[in-house]
T-cell receptor, first 117, second 116 residues
Framework: AQKVTQAQTEISVVEKEDVTLDCVYE???????LFWYKQPPSGELVFLIRRNSFDEQNEISGRYSWNFQKSTSSFNFTITASQVVDSAVYFCALSEDGGQGAQKLVFGQGTRLTINP | DSGVTQTPKHLITATGQRVTLRCSPRSGDLSVYWYQQSLDQGLQFLIQYYNGEERAKGNILERFSAQQFPDLHSELNLSSLELGDSALYFCASSGQGSTKIGDGYTFGSGTRLTVV
């Protein structure tokens, strides 16, 4: 069965510090997708990134960057120069394809990130 | 606005009651997914429908059922409610007309259910 582990339950940093959220996954599929979602205090799930298993290029979007390493089954997320508005719970997720169109996302337990002013 | 609409946003009901949560997927998406987010279980997949047919089932209780209608909106029915059913229920849609995995899942803003 597929599994996503976010070992860091809570992280607290001071504004402007860089912070990395870890994500380790387990899957037997050769084709899969990895996701990161942000859940701010308002509760909605905000899509951040999707990465397929064949693309190991790192991605940068503004202050956000993602490091995908198949060799270690990790998909880590770094926020550079953190801001108070980055405070949220962040979820890493792995897509599971059960065949015949059956799909689901397997989520990690989430990391609660608090950015202190 | 993500394009996925969930109603109601909040629901408070008593134990033993039955409620219906509604989801309208993003325009063009044929797949609808239901997830439950509780404090102790995290985000758990409940069920997936594709164009009216059930495609995948997760840890969905027998007291819970869902369906997807011809206009593609979906309803999640929760019956004989217990205190432990209190959670945030998310609907997501995907596919833009296909079932291609990884096409992207768009989540609604959720329905917060409180059972008292």
């Amino acid at each position: 069965a597929q599994k996503v582990t976010q070992a860091q339950t809570e992280i607290s940093v001071v504004e402007k510090e860089d912070v990395t959220l870890d994500c380790v996954y387990e899957t037997r599929d050769t084709t899969y997708y990895l996701f990161w979602y942000k859940q701010p205090p308002s509760g909605e799930l905000v899509f951040l990134i999707r990465r397929n298993s064949f693309d190991e290029q790192n991605e940068i979007s503004g202050r956000y960057s993602w490091n995908f390493q198949k060799s270690t089954s990790s998909f880590n997320f770094t926020i550079t120069a953190s801001q108070v508005v980055d405070s949220a719970v962040y979820f890493c997720a792995l897509s599971e394809d059960g065949g015949q169109g059956a799909q689901k996302l397997v989520f990690g337990q989430g990391t609660r990130l608090t950015i202190n002013p | 606005d993500s394009g996925v609409t969930q109603t109601p946003k909040h629901l408070i009901t008593a134990t033993g009651q039955r409620v219906t949560l509604r989801c309208s997927p993003r325009s063009g998406d044929l797949s609808v997914y239901w997830y439950q987010q509780s404090l102790d279980q995290g985000l758990q997949f409940l069920i997936q429908y594709y164009n009216g047919e059930e495609r995948a089932k997760g840890n969905i209780l027998e007291r819970f059922s869902a369906q997807q209608f011809p206009d593609l909106h979906s309803e999640l029915n929760l019956s004989s409610l217990e205190l432990g059913d209190s959670a945030l229920y998310f609907c997501a849609s995907s596919g833009q007309g296909s079932t291609k995995i990884g096409d992207g899942y768009t989540f609604g803003s959720g329905t917060r259910l409180t059972v008292v």
